[in-house]
Nanobody, 118 residues
Framework: QVQLVQSGGGSVQAGGSLRLSCTAS????????MSWFRQAPGKEREEVGS???????TYVDSVKGRFTISRDSANNTLYLEMNSLKPEDTAMYYC????????????WGQGTQVTVSS
């Protein structure tokens, strides 16, 4: 059974840091493509970044240099390290997984709230 369970998040002041985790079960992170998304109230969902099965990582321009996506084989966990947080990073964050040969995301985490105050 495929499952993505998120943890982390919370509230911080601008300039602070947070780390989100997404622990996968039922499959290996290293055989799939995974992404972090976020959605703020009243805004469309945005793909924050992705990590491909072979390790390539991409980010949306607004988070480049501040956010880092990584994965841990021992815990089969995906991470999103967020530094220099800004109020505009406030959103619900989700992890998601897809087959690398298919653009459709098949499974999603439950979401975790990140709130950055000025």
């Amino acid at each position: 059974q495929v499952q993505l369970v998120q943890s982390g998040g919370g509230s911080v002041q601008a300039g602070g840091s947070l780390r989100l985790s997404c622990t996968a079960s039922g499959f290996s992170l290293f055989t799939t493509c995974m992404s972090w998304f976020r959605q703020a109230p009243g805004k469309e969902r945005e793909e924050v970044g992705s990590i491909y099965s072979y390790g390539r990582v991409t980010y949306v321009d607004s988070v480049k240099g501040r956010f880092t996506i990584s994965r841990d084989s021992a815990n089969n966990t995906l991470y999103l390290e967020m530094n220099s947080l800004k109020p505009e990073d406030t959103a619900m964050y989700y992890c998601a997984v897809r087959r690398c040969d298919n653009p459709r995301f098949d499974y999603w985490g439950q979401g975790t709230q990140v709130t950055v105050s000025s």
